[in-house]
């Protein structure tokens, strides 16, 4: 624990000095995932204009599930958006006085869908579409230390027929998958960082990955 906070305070420390620049949305992680055995997750962001970014990310790890380990590969498309704390406030006056915040913090959310794949040594095989949201806070300098927490939620997006009128309708399951991540960002050169990602799942449990970042 002191080892920890001792971590937060000097990326925290670097976060006061941190430059005024915006945090990049254009790049390319590369990460081994620890989980029941050696994962991996390559993950590809595009940033757009008007504050948007595209992401499309694929994974595959061992889990267990009820007893049994199954191989779980996924793919994830989204669309997301992001603003910083820096636009937010940057029309705060308090008696005739202008105050300019430093870009030193993002507040982001995504949507899309996650198409993921189970499989056992048995051959028990299950196959499955999610709606997928994302949203999450960025905290840094996008040239030194950043942290990224955030929240994702999945729900299983299921397919009924109508049986009026033949057309698939597509309705959300009750069943919610959520997952709380926090990710360390060392951005140790111009277009390279490390990651370290710590994730707890409500059915896959917990997950460590580290990778490289290259910043495109």
């Known amino acids: 624990m002191k080892k920890l906070l001792a971590v937060l305070l000097f990326i925290w420390g670097s976060f006061i000095s941190a ?25 590809l962001s595009l940033g ?20 049994a380990i ?17 636009d937010l406030l940057k029309n705060v006056t308090k008696n005739g006085f202008k105050f300019n915040f430093a ?43 950043e942290l990224s927490i955030y929240l994702e ?4 997006a ?6 009026d009128n ?10 919610v998958n959520n997952t709380l991540g926090i990710k360390f960002i060392n951005n140790f050169h111009e277009n390279m960082s490390m990651n370290i990602n710590l994730d707890n799942d409500d059915i896959v449990g917990s997950t460590a990955s580290i990778g490289i970042r290259f910043r495109l």
């Not at 204009?49 to 499309?56: C, E, I, M, T």
């Not at 199954?70 to 820096?86: D, N, P, Q, W, Y």
């Open 19 to 43: 430059d005024d620049e915006d945090f990049s949305y254009t790049y390319l992680d590369l990460s081994i995932v620890q989980a029941e055995n050696t994962g991996y997750d390559a993950t």
């Open 48 to 67: 757009l204009p008007f504050s948007l970014y595209l992401r499309g990310s694929i994974e595959g790890i061992d889990t267990e599930i009820e007893n």
């Open 70 to 86: 199954f191989e779980k590969s996924s793919s994830i498309i989204s669309l997301g958006t992001h603003v910083s704390i820096a």
């Open 103 to 145: 870009r030193f913090m993002d507040f982001y959310a995504e949507l899309g869908t996650d198409n993921w794949e189970l499989e056992n040594i048995d051959g028990v095989y299950e196959e499955g579409t999610d709606a997928y949201i994302q949203g999450g806070i960025r905290i840094g300098d996008s040239d030194g230390w």
């Open 153 to 156: 939620n999945r729900s299983l």
């Open 158 to 163: 299921e397919v009924e027929i109508n049986k």
């Open 166 to 175: 033949g057309k698939a309708e597509y309705t959300l399951s009750d069943d």
